[in-house]
């Protein structure tokens, strides 16, 4: 399981526009469901369908639940906090 710590920084660098960061920590968590949910939206917004939905494949999740990513992202980090 994900430090929950980790998971709401790698949302806050994602939403402040570092993607590379982001991206980084998540990788680091891909047995963790909540990770899995942030890498997929960050491929979201990269603009890589294909691998998004991959990783979306791997939450309980859609693809097409947030038409943007930045309340899904905004989404993420309130359940990651509640």
Partial sequence: MADRQDLIRAV???????????????QK?????DACWIHAVLHK?????????????R???????????RQELQAIKAALTY
Avoid: C, F, Q
């Fill in 45 to 57: 917004m990269e603009g890589d369908a294909a691998n998004s939905r991959y990783w979306y494949r």
């Fill in 12 to 26: 806050d660098l994602a939403l402040a526009g570092d993607w590379d960061a982001a991206h980084k920590i998540v």
């Fill in 59 to 69: 939450t309980m999740h859609a693809y097409e639940a947030y038409p943007d990513p």
């Fill in 29 to 33: 968590h891909e047995d963790d469901a």
